[in-house]
């Protein structure tokens, strides 16, 4: 196969001068309505306030165009996780301050796009959120329907979550509420230098 990288003559870092903030990979992971979306949107809104260059990578989103062919067996989990990967590292080289909301239930996949990304480039934040609760707010009907067991390898019911072992934020969105999650983060990218603080 013939295929080379070419290198650009911009680089990540003229990049980061450029934007006054350096880009990273935000991976929020956590059960299903442990609060992914909703955290990550609320914090993309507070960073695009103070005029940072932000984009998120949503798993239910990259399904209907990205990866609309892959299913939700281990081996199209892996896969769509390969490529949510790959995606975000163009994203953070191109100076962007990522935040991907992903279930991502395998330590393996998370630890393998870790791997993609220098070490302070990729920022770990689990939403600890008791099953039960989970349930109460399924705003999708999700949980009911797998009960049911009209969905197999349910995340959580039929198919494992693999807690992260030492992510870099850990909140616990059945006691915290949106906007502290969203405060927590946002000081976490303050005080590792990524954003400025100021507007």
């Not at 006054?20 to 299903?32: D, E, F, N, P, Q």
């Not at 494992?160 to 850990?170: F, I």
């Amino acid at each position: 196969m013939n295929v080379i990288w070419h290198h650009a003559k911009v680089s990540k870092r003229d990049r980061w001068l450029k934007n006054s903030h350096r880009s990273a990979l935000i991976w929020i992971t956590g059960l299903s309505a442990s609060g992914k979306s909703t955290i990550a949107v609320e914090l993309e809104r507070r960073l695009f306030e103070y005029h940072i260059n932000t984009f998120i990578l949503d798993g239910d989103n990259v399904r209907h165009g990205l990866n609309k062919d892959l299913g939700f067996s281990e081996k199209d989990r892996k896969e769509n996780m390969r490529r949510v990967g790959e995606m975000a590292r163009l994203l953070v080289d191109a100076g962007i301050l990522t935040i991907a909301a992903f279930i991502s239930p395998y330590a393996s996949d998370r630890a393998a796009i870790r791997n993609l990304f220098h070490k302070e480039e990729f920022i770990e934040v689990y939403l600890k959120c008791d099953l039960t609760v989970c349930e109460a707010r399924d705003p999708k009907g999700l949980y009911k329907r797998a009960r049911n067991g009209e969905i197999p390898d349910f995340t959580g019911i039929s198919a494992p979550y693999e807690e992260p072992a030492k992510p870099e934020l850990l909140l616990q969105t059945d006691s915290f509420p949106v906007n502290e999650s969203v405060d927590r983060i946002f000081s976490y990218l303050t005080q590792k230098g990524i954003i400025l603080n100021k507007r």
